[in-house]
């Protein structure tokens, strides 16, 4: 009874220690690498091999990206408001902010 | 803000079909309302897999086997896709897993039937693939960005699950008499069961409300049955299979078919645990989980014997 409890946690213990990885794949040359989403893994090696099974069976990607979550640094989203505001004046950085002739070409 | 206001803002965002996203404030219940929905969806598709992969040595030709293979493959992604995104709302996935083995979470009552001729697979295909798509579209445009992710992806690979099973139907069809009556026989078991895939009546979704104001879900229960049904019957004509329901006929006034009641003793029994497979598929699950320990043990000692080497 011991030893199967201690089994059990012993077993819980690996799946919680592999790591969350975001894969990002990059669907063909010329495109950016995207996020699609997420896997665990052993290791690096592992999550990459595991997301062309899981995110590329139909050739979806030419290349992957794998990234331990734990590495991203992300903005916060409760702060996003003061984060953004600096852009949010400065309208004259869109072309369209510019009244100019009709006779204008090229521009 | 106040919680209060918190709830407001909330509500606003929702009804501006705006998506929330991981680390943003929900109320506690939406979030535990998702894990909840989400894991379930995730363990049917696990569960999902176990009626199909009795099948796959049994496949009549090598043609069905890799295409039930590539099913069942699709399958097993699909169960991580939705786990990965039931993990973006803070809960372990080994938490989900327990849940699932100690029958404290539940899984689509329809795995709980058995799969036993050839043409059930091709039934399951058509009917219980196709109910599910029925629901996965609808939740495409679900309010929590990563589910809805997750269902986009999902919707795309999953296409081919009802095509291949229609197909299965459709060669049975045109068979001996023999492969006729097969066909017939599966339609006649699953027809009820995937109608009870969509859950209770509105009027016995306690949830459901709650859920639609969130737009977790974006179309009631009875909603998406009466479309399933619509869609499915000129299906079968086209098999010339015949749906086992003398309640069912089209009605022009409300421009849909009408059909007959569902057993819903039989429904709560299967859900309470009391269907023909609840204990055969618990197990199996188990079991590989069990099993497959020394799997995930040796690919973790792997791992560090390579980074050992590295270092």
Redesign the interface.
């Known amino acids: 009874m011991l030893k199967n409890d201690h089994e059990k946690s012993h077993?819980?213990n690996?799946?919680?220690?592999?790591p969350?990885f975001e894969i990002f794949i990059r669907s063909k040359n010329g495109l950016d690498h995207r996020h699609?989403?997420?896997?665990?893994a052993?290791?690096a090696?592992?999550a990459l091999e595991n997301a062309r099974?899981?995110y590329t069976?139909?050739q979806e990607g030419v290349s992957i990206w794998v990234v331990e979550s734990k590495d991203i640094t992300?903005s916060?989203?409760?702060e996003s408001g003061a984060f953004f505001e600096p852009a949010e004046d400065k309208i004259y950085r869109h072309p369209t902010f510019y009244e100019l002739p009709e006779a204008l070409k090229h521009m | 803000m106040s919680n209060e206001e918190l709830l407001v803002h909330f509500q606003s965002r929702i009804d501006a079909e705006e998506k929330i996203?991981a680390?943003?404030?929900m109320p506690e219940e939406y979030r535990r309302t998702l894990i909840r929905q989400i894991s379930q969806h995730a363990h049917s598709e696990v569960v999902g897999m176990l009626p199909e992969g009795n099948w796959i040595t049994r496949a009549p030709s090598l043609k069905r086997k890799s295409v039930l293979l590539?099913k069942i493959?699709?399958e097993a992604?699909h169960g991580?896709?939705l786990y990965?995104a039931a993990?973006t709302l803070g809960v372990?996935?080994?938490v989900l897993?327990?849940e699932l083995h100690s029958g404290k979470a539940k899984y689509s009552s329809i795995f709980n039937y058995p799969a036993i001729s050839w043409a059930d697979m091709g039934a399951i295909g058509w009917l219980v693939d196709g109910a599910a798509i029925m629901n996965q579209v609808a939740l495409c445009r679900t309010s929590y960005g990563p589910y809805a992710?997750?269902m986009v992806?999902i919707c795309k690979?999953e296409s081919f699950h009802q095509r291949q099973g229609y197909d299965i139907l459709l060669t049975l069809s045109r068979g001996s008499d023999e492969q006729i009556r097969m066909a017939q026989d599966a339609l006649n078991r699953w027809w009820w069961p995937s109608l009870m895939m969509f859950g209770p009546n509105d009027s016995n979704s306690p949830h459901s409300a709650q859920s639609l104001m969130w737009k977790i879900k974006r179309f009631s229960n009875d909603e998406l049955r009466q479309k399933f049904v619509d869609m499915t019957v000129p299906q079968a004509e086209i098999l010339g299979l015949k749906i086992p329901d003398a309640k069912l006929k089209w009605n022009p006034d409300r421009g849909h078919y009408d059909f007959g009641e569902i057993d819903w003793v039989e429904f709560n029994n299967v859900v309470k645990g009391d269907g023909p497979c609840n204990k055969l598929r618990l197990e199996a699950r188990i079991k590989a989980h069990?099993e497959g320990?020394w799997v995930?043990?040796a690919?973790?000692a792997?791992?560090e014997k390579?980074?050992r080497k590295i270092a």
């Open positions: 077993k819980t690996i799946m919680k220690n592999w969350l699609v989403g997420s896997l665990h052993a290791d090696h592992m099974d899981v069976r139909r992300a916060d989203p409760s | 996203e680390k943003d404030w590539a493959q699709d992604g991580l896709y990965g993990e372990e996935r080994d897993i327990d992710r997750a992806r690979e069990e320990a995930r043990e690919a973790l792997y791992a390579r980074s």
